[in-house]
């Protein structure tokens, strides 16, 4: 069984005449952490969105957990979690209410349900919050409850999309344990992120420019390919060329 659990070729999304993702090809492996980085206009969301079903390739070709990017989106959205920065659950709801409700519509039965329900509260630490409303937690909170609920159905890739936006550093920084303990267990995390410092973080990371992947390897030898100190050099080299923008 092969460990890669996201496979591109070439993949293309055109609107009109404007190439907003140009010919990418990469390869991530279960248990990856994988850093996908790109300036405002670089092409990241659209491609993200092909990648979750969302969207369709113009030409090229890809996979996520088996399933074809251009004929399975429905089914790529079933095997998959997601969580943005805009905060998707009812703060009018309970969190144990969040977590019954995204259950079932990821296809969960009662007893799984309320098994993961329990397991992911316990390891929040948010057992004595399940009657809680969400609209009453703190960001920090609502972010992690938000990542718990992504990871409900045990999925076997997780996109996070500016997860930790607007949050302060000690928050970010219990997010991404989190994050590690997904991934050891063998769960693929596909991340975006304005911080460069949590580039640091990921296994690989992908810079993309002008709809291109410019950059792919892990953060230390990319500061080594560019004589750089840090991701935010790497990235500033790069993003310096950029022809467009939002």
Known sequence: MSDIVISVRD??????????????????HRGEIFGFLGANGAG????????????????GSGSVAGYDVRTEGEKIKRHIGYMSQRFSLYNDLTVGE??????????????????????L????????????????LPLGWKQKLSFAIATIHRPEVVFLDEPTGG?????????????YEAAEAGTTIFVTTHYMDEAEYCSRVSIMVDGEVRALDTPARL????????????????????????
């Open 11 to 28: 993949l293309t999304k055109r609107f009109g005449d404007f190439t907003a993702v140009d010919r990418i090809s990469f390869d991530v």
């Open 44 to 59: 990241k969301t659209t491609a993200m969105r092909m990648l979750c079903g969302l969207s369709y390739p113009t030409s």
């Open 98 to 119: 969040n977590m019954r409700l995204f259950a079932g519509i990821y296809g969960l039965g009662a007893k799984q349900t309320e098994e993961r329900t329990v397991e």
């Open 121 to 136: 509260l316990d390891r929040l630490n948010f057992s004595s919050e399940r009657n809680t409303l969400v609209g009453s």
């Open 167 to 179: 949050v302060d550093p000690v928050t970010r920084r219990q997010f991404w344990e989190l994050i």
């Open 223 to 246: 500061k080594q390919q560019f004589s750089a100190e840090s991701m935010d050099e790497v990235f500033s080299t790069l993003a310096r060329g950029a022809q467009r923008g939002e």
